[in-house]
């Protein structure tokens, strides 16, 4: 099965929060399309562009609105009902729609990262003997994994590290539920697997929590170690702390002690009811 197929919308189970239901229940509606050559539809104000897809579904208003970031080449399109956004989701409709409409373009596959925690560093993510065999024991299917990347980079392991944490990303919220339930080997090691939380986005450049990412920075570089006018992997002063978001020089701006991460975590699992379940919502009763 690939992710297209998996990716026709599941209902979102009646067992949820309402709140979580309603923001997950948009999330279905919402198909995320990366373009792969630039048309004229840059050129389109969002009214017309929703106006000329509706036009391209026929029978009626199906799109609700789009949201574009030309720089990325990806586009979202919001349906207005569960069906439009089902029909969508089939490759061989949505590749018509988009032919209609004059984009040429993929869906994006909704992507889900979890986190195994204590993997043996033996476990070597170049080695195809390796990853088949991971595989292969826990019975998962290679094109469901997207993704495998240690937390930390390999070359600042300590010498005698025998385990290190590992970020897995699969683009089936169902996978990702099930490794979470049952566990994982890795090199004949049973490992936990926990739902990676999502955290408040911290700009990389300035160190600001902020609603934008370091290409769409305007400020100047600071260090999120010591807030120095340099990037943070330069530095030279690891023993000069400066926090820029707490103004402060007892820690710095990557802690995770650090006191305005705290508050913004508090307030951003407020407005991400769902980051605070252990599972990513499905229409599983006990998501
Ligand atoms: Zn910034
Ligand atoms: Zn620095
Ligand atoms: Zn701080």
């Known amino acids: 099965m690939t992710y297209k197929s998996a990716l026709m919308g599941a209902p979102i189970a009646s067992h949820l929060d309402p709140q979580?239901?309603?923001?997950?229940?948009?999330?279905?509606r919402q198909i995320k399309i990366s373009i792969s050559t630039q048309t004229q539809i840059a050129n389109l104000s969002d009214m017309i562009l929703v106006e000329q897809m509706n036009n391209a579904l026929e029978g009626?208003?199906?799109?609700?609105?789009?949201?574009?970031?030309?720089?990325?080449?990806k586009l979202?399109?919001?349906?207005?009902?569960?069906?439009a956004a089902t029909w969508l989701k089939n490759e061989g409709n949505l590749k018509n729609f988009l032919t209609r409409i004059e984009i040429q373009g993929d869906l994006k596959p909704r992507l889900h990262n979890i986190?195994?925690?204590?993997?043996?560093?033996?476990?070597?993510?170049?080695?195809?003997?390796?990853?088949?065999?991971?595989?292969?024991?826990?019975?998962?299917?290679?094109?469901?994994?997207?993704?495998?990347?240690?937390?930390?980079?390999i070359e600042r392991r300590r010498k005698d590290q025998v385990s290190a944490h590992?970020?897995?990303?699969?683009?089936?919220?169902?996978?990702?539920?099930?490794?979470?339930?049952?566990?994982?080997?890795?090199?004949n090691y049973r490992v936990t697997i926990e739902k990676c939380k999502r955290d408040p986005l911290r700009c990389l450049k300035c160190q600001k929590f902020a609603s934008h990412m370091?290409?769409?920075?305007?400020?100047?570089?600071?260090c999120g170690t010591c807030r120095g006018a340099h990037m943070t992997n330069g530095c030279a002063e690891q023993n000069k702390k400066w926090c820029v978001s707490c103004n402060s020089n007892n820690h710095s701006s990557w802690d995770r002690?650090?006191?305005?991460?705290?508050?913004?975590?508090?307030?951003?699992?407020?407005?991400?009811?769902?980051?605070?379940?252990?599972?990513f919502p499905t229409a599983e009763p006990w998501t």
């Open 214 to 222: 370091v290409h769409e920075c305007t400020e100047h570089n600071k």
């Open 60 to 73: 009626g208003q199906k799109i609700y609105r789009v949201l574009r970031n030309s720089r990325l080449n």
């Open 76 to 83: 979202m399109v919001e349906t207005t009902t569960d069906e």
């Open 115 to 153: 986190i195994a925690s204590f993997v043996p560093t033996t476990f070597n993510l170049d080695n195809e003997r390796h990853l088949s065999e991971f595989f292969e024991t826990n019975k998962i299917d290679n094109d469901s994994i997207v993704q495998m990347c240690w937390v930390k980079p």
């Open 20 to 28: 979580i239901r309603a923001r997950e229940g948009i999330k279905t």
């Open 257 to 279: 002690d650090c006191p305005t991460l705290t508050r913004k975590i508090e307030e951003f699992d407020q407005r991400n009811l769902e980051n605070s379940l252990p599972f």
């Open 166 to 187: 590992l970020i897995i990303t699969t683009n089936k919220a169902e996978i990702a539920n099930e490794l979470i339930l049952k566990s994982v080997f890795f090199c």
